[in-house]
């Protein structure tokens, strides 16, 4: 079973950590288009110069411990009827998809 999970933030990282403990054959691909783990609750302190950017990065075996694999890239579509997600630089197939990108402001006027 190949489960595509879109987005490496807190969500995505518990829906593959849920999916590996129901399914343990599942072939997990995480893709997240940052170049680290970066987990936001600690973006205040950063900003207010508390903390250190480090602070908000967390080691990739968060989502690799489980045998779950972490791709660096942006999904850019999803094709269902091919049920494939399409990336910057390469395609995924996957028999389950899960959306996790958490949420972004945009402006509907422009
Ligand atoms: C200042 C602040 C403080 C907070 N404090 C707390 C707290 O104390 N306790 C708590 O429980 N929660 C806290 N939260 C909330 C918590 O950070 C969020 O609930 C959580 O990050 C949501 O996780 P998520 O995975 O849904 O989204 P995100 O953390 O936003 O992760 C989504 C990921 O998907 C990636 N992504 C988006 N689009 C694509 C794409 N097309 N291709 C690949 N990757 C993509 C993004 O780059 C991002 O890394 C805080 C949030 C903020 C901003």
């Known amino acids: 079973m190949k489960v595509v ?42 900003l207010a110069g508390i903390d250190s950017l480090g602070k908000c990065k967390k080691p990739e075996s968060m989502i690799t411990g489980t045998g779950a694999r972490l791709i660096h890239d ?3 579509s999803v ?18 998809l899960v959306f996790r990108p958490g949420e972004c402001l945009y402006d509907k006027n422009s």
């Open 5 to 46: 999970i879109i987005g490496a933030g807190a969500g995505g990282i518990v829906t593959s950590h849920v999916i590996k403990k129901i399914r343990p054959d599942a072939d997990i691909t995480v893709i997240g288009k940052e170049k680290s783990i970066f987990i936001r609750c600690s973006s205040p302190y950063v």
């Open 74 to 76: 942006e999904a850019l």
């Open 79 to 96: 094709d269902v009827k091919s049920r494939t997600v399409r990336t910057k630089k390469e395609s995924f197939r996957y028999d389950h």
